[in-house]
T-cell receptor, first 115, second 111 residues
Framework: DVKVTQSSRYLVKRTGEKVFLECVQD?????MFWYRQDPGLGLRLIYF???????EKGDIPEGYSVSREKKERFSLILESASTNQTSMYLC??????????????FGDGTRLSIL | KQEVTQIPAALSVPEGENLVLNCSFT??????LQWFRQDPGKGLTSLLL?????REQTSGRLNASLDKSSGRSTLYIAASQPGDSATYLC??????????FGQGTTLQVKP
């Protein structure tokens, strides 16, 4: 079975802190994604990556950056956390071969609170 | 621009009932459609993926159908159980591979 692991289930940080959210997948997937989920707004894509050291902006990249130094790991970075970044963050991964025919697999999510 | 809609937003049924969840999309040129389940405070669990060339997929008590021409998919749950209570999301990939999600249907199955 595909395993997508997010480093923290719950995280509480202070305004202005630099925050790192980590995601690791064990299925050698080329594609990795970071979404955030908010009530009434659904899931929105922040950043995604098709390969090591490669990144593409999603729909709401402002205030975030990402790092993909190794194929299995995709990190989301909040450069200076703000209260409007309090949310559920979800990582996903999928294969590249016939990308559009391959399912995305999600981690358990990180509930981030910025105080 | 692709838009995905799920109606109703919430559904409550007695245990044992067969039920149908609906998903519609505005652009019929999709590659596939994926159904997910999300329990409160948890991540998404992939239930079924239907390729654009397929009409339906089955997994246990779940059956998903796809009608591209009408822009619709349904998720049929047979003999519902309290453990089926969750939010069900459908999603289609964009040209870049990102998923476009519906808002979800929150299902409650009462014992």
């Amino acid at each position: 079975d595909v395993k997508v692991t997010q480093s923290s289930r719950y995280l509480v940080k202070r305004t202005g802190e630099k925050v790192f959210l980590e995601c690791v997948q064990d299925m050698d997937h080329e594609n990795m994604f970071w979404y955030r989920q908010d009530p009434g707004l659904g899931l929105r894509l922040i950043y995604f990556s098709y390969d090591v050291k490669m990144k593409e902006k999603g729909d709401i990249p402002e205030g975030y950056s990402v790092s993909r130094e190794k194929k299995e790991r995709f990190s989301l970075i909040l450069e200076s956390a703000s209260t409007n970044q309090t949310s559920m963050y979800l990582c996903a991964s999928s294969f590249t071969q016939g990308t559009y025919n391959q399912p995305q697999h999600f981690g358990d999510g990180t509930r981030l609170s910025i105080l | 621009k692709q838009e995905v809609t799920q109606i109703p937003a919430a559904l409550s049924v007695p245990e044992g009932e067969n039920l149908v969840l609906n998903c519609s999309f505005t652009d019929s040129a999709i590659y596939n459609l994926q159904w997910f389940r999300q329990d409160p405070g948890k991540g998404l669990t992939s239930l079924l993926l239907i390729q654009s060339s397929q009409r339906e997929q089955t997994s246990g008590r779940l059956n998903a159908s796809l009608d591209k021409s009408s822009g619709r998919s349904t998720l049929y749950i047979a003999a519902s159980q309290p453990g089926d209570s969750a939010t069900y999301l459908c999603a289609v990939p964009s040209n870049t591979g990102k998923l476009i999600f519906g808002q979800g249907t929150t299902l409650q199955v009462k014992p």
